[in-house]
């Protein structure tokens, strides 16, 4: 099968399109998917810095990707839910950006309806690692005010709607471009703030009366744990989801102290199996019928086929695109 092969770590350049042998269903109750689209995350990026690793032993090489989408094409002895046609959407530990990927039926969601494979394969990182950062890492409630950085992202973009169906009272973004703020606010956020122009501290404090925000997710880590404290209610919760900016930083424990904060890491990509299982399936049954009635969508902002995933990577580390960037793999 092809598929996008990391033998070496470093810039976009190392991403190779080889044919490796097939993955087979071993397990009874294995699923075989012939990938139709895949999507890129910032983890891909990380991994192919050599920032990032794969869980488990280290392989022969790697194959990346976090996520895929794509139609049944063999199933275990045991596997009851799905057959063989089936279009469905899930996660990875890796191995996304490939002909065909194998991987645990109750780890797999349907594609709803009417979304094409482009857009179904924008929901399941993105999604899941917002619904997860917000409403169980965070604790978010009707009537919190958020803050979501990088609001422009996959999982910003994800997040936004999310907050906004949860019932956020105000909904925070911050961004790297007025036109990325302003499709922020079409999507639902109440108030894009620029880094590039503005303290999102500041911001945030002036236009919540000093109150400050429930619930941060932050994807940069070491340059905004001043801001994010600085900002952050009386309890507030603080979200760790990447640290783009720097994994190690000074904090102030005074004020994580006086105002009761909570500073939480989060991944999914190393979870055990059982845990991922469990949000995946509480996904598709409190979020995935969302997708179906309209109140959430993809953003997809464009697609590039899998041997052009070296430009993609360099689309995505230039910060070009708002949602996802998507990899057409059939």
Avoid at 43 to 50: K, S, T, Y
Avoid at 72 to 89: P, T, Y
Avoid at 246 to 251: Q, R, S, Y
Wanted: net charge neutral; proline share 5%; hydrophobic share 40%.
């Amino acid at each position: 099968m092809k598929a996008i092969v990391l033998r070496e770590y470093g810039g976009p350049e190392v991403l190779k399109a080889e044919d490796i042998p097939e993955p087979q269903v071993l397990c009874p109750y294995d699923v075989k998917v012939a990938v139709h689209a895949t999507a890129l995350n910032r983890a891909d990026v990380l991994q192919r810095r050599g920032k990032y690793p794969q869980p488990g032993p280290k392989p022969q090489y790697e194959v990346p990707g976090l996520e895929f989408c794509g139609v049944v094409e063999e199933v275990g002895s045991q596997v009851l839910e799905w057959k063989v046609g089936d279009r469905v959407m899930g996660l990875l530990a890796g191995g996304g950006y490939a002909e065909y990927v194998v991987t645990h039926e109750r780890m797999l969601m349907p594609v709803p309806r009417d979304l094409s494979f482009h857009e179904a394969a924008a929901i399941p990182e993105v999604f899941l690692t917002a619904y997860d950062a917000l409403f169980f890492k965070g604790r978010m409630e009707v009537g919190d005010v958020v803050l979501i950085h990088a609001g422009g992202s996959g999982v910003g973009t994800a997040a936004i709607q999310l907050a906004k169906i949860g019932g956020a009272s105000k909904i925070f973004v911050t961004a790297g471009s007025a036109d990325k703020c302003e499709r922020t606010v079409r999507l639902g956020a109440d108030r894009a703030i620029n880094y590039k122009e503005e303290n999102f501290a500041d911001v945030v404090l002036s236009e919540t009366g000093g109150r400050g925000v429930d619930v941060t997710l932050d994807f940069i880590g070491k340059p905004y744990l001043d801001g994010n404290t600085k900002a952050a209610a009386m309890d507030g919760r603080i979200v760790q989801i990447a640290v783009m900016g720097g994994a190690k930083g000074e904090v102030d424990l005074g004020a994580f102290m006086s105002k009761r904060l909570t500073l939480v890491g989060t991944t999914l990509r190393a979870r055990p199996i059982e845990q991922k299982i469990a949000l995946t399936q509480r996904f598709r049954k409190e979020i995935l019928p969302l997708f179906e009635s309209g109140r959430l969508r993809p953003i997809v902002d464009t697609a590039f086929p899998l041997e052009r995933a070296a430009e993609a990577h360099r689309y995505m580390e230039e910060n070009r695109n708002f949602g996802k960037i998507i990899l057409a793999v059939r």
